[in-house]
T-cell receptor, first 113, second 110 residues
């Protein structure tokens, strides 16, 4: 069965360190998204991609970057982790065109100490 | 930036009672989706509504899209403990980008 997986599920890192969160999907979807979820804010879009070599900034992109070298993967990098980036991160993918369902990974809980 | 506000933020009811969750915006959306999220999991799509005034039913869940496509509601009839979870509305825009509301946490007590 097709799926979308995130790793690691839990990560503790120190302030100032670079951290990369992995997202891998086997749906063969062109669209991939990264969100962060914090209490009271729902899900906020960090970055998204519509295909290989395409990346775009979302509403809360400062301090984050992504790259899309293939269809399956969209890693999210925190350049220099800050305590404000402690959150649960979700990756999602969807098919191109029209109204499509977004499939979410199980999330990565990141703590920056 | 398009914003979606959900109310209430938290709802605790007894099994068998009915509940309604609201999702409101000052912006028009091309579509509105409802997701349910359980602890430790990602959101899972329940329904998509696209036409103003549209009503969709999924067993005991009824979803409505406002005539002006700015608001939506989710009504659960005779709630069961299995309905417990975080309910999220999401407005669809160009490029399949979704704008999420803050979520409504529902607790159904047996």
């Amino acid at each position: 069965d097709a799926e979308i997986t995130q790793s690691p599920r839990h990560k503790i890192t120190e302030t100032g360190r670079q951290v990369t969160l992995a997202c891998h999907q086997t749906w063969n979807h062109n669209n991939m998204f990264w969100y962060r979820q914090d209490l009271g804010h729902g899900l906020r879009l960090i970055h998204y991609s519509y295909g290989v070599q395409d990346t775009n900034k979302g509403e809360v992109s400062d301090g984050y970057s992504v790259s899309r070298s293939n269809t399956e993967d969209l890693p999210l990098t925190l350049e220099s982790a800050a305590s404000s980036q402690t959150s649960v991160y979700f990756c999602a993918s969807s098919a191109s065109g029209g109204l499509t369902e977004a499939f979410f990974g199980q999330g990565t809980r990141l703590t920056v100490v | 930036t398009q914003l979606l506000e959900q109310s209430p933020q938290f709802l605790s009811i007894q099994e068998g009672e009915n509940l309604t969750v609201y999702c409101n915006s000052s912006s028009v959306f091309s579509s509105l989706q409802w997701y349910r999220q359980e602890p430790g999991e990602g959101p899972v799509l329940l329904v998509t509504v696209v036409t103003g005034g549209e009503v969709k039913k999924l067993k005991r869940l009824t979803f409505q899209f406002g005539d002006a496509r700015k608001d939506s509601s989710l009504h659960i009839t005779a709630a069961q403990p299995g309905d417990t979870g975080l309910y999220l509305c999401a407005g669809g825009a160009a490029g399949n980008k979704l704008t999420f509301g803050g979520g409504t946490r529902v607790l159904v007590k047996p």
